[in-house]
């Protein structure tokens, strides 16, 4: 699995992005995506996931309430539309997948085993 991340840029707080996360090689169904954030000189840290069965989403407490992920089948693609943006938020956004990630793992790094390239947002106060 080939995963494309695009759509980050440099916002001023309280805007808005959406982030795609794009999937080729294999389809998405029954794959469970996450995406996970790096703010320099911090290490990688889990912000959202949908799991590979029922679809059930989970979400770090810092962005529970202000970001939603979620997926097209039929596009292959993976959303993650992030609200109310602060600064604090400023990271590079790397999107991941896993066919075998079980629900109690879903913010787990080391449970996916394709990654795509981050896309950087940056947000300013």
């Known amino acids: 699995v080939q995963l494309q991340a695009s759509g980050g840029g440099m916002v001023r707080a309280g805007e808005s992005l959406r982030l795609s996360c794009v999937a080729s090689?294999?389809?998405?169904?029954?794959?469970?995506v996450a995406w996970f954030r790096q703010a320099p000189g911090k290490e990688r840290e889990f912000v959202a996931a949908?799991?590979?069965?029922?679809?059930?989403?989970i979400y770090s407490n810092s962005v529970k309430g202000r970001f939603t992920v979620s997926r097209d089948n039929v596009k292959n693609t993976v959303y993650l539309q992030m609200n109310s943006l602060n600064p604090q938020d400023t990271a590079a956004y790397y999107c991941a997948a896993g066919a075998t990630v079980i629900t109690s793992s879903l913010s787990r790094e080391s449970a996916y085993n394709y990654w795509g390239q981050g896309t950087q947002v940056t947000v300013s106060s």
């Open positions: 090689g294999r389809t998405l169904r029954g794959v469970a």
């Open positions: 949908s799991s590979r069965t029922s679809g059930g989403t």
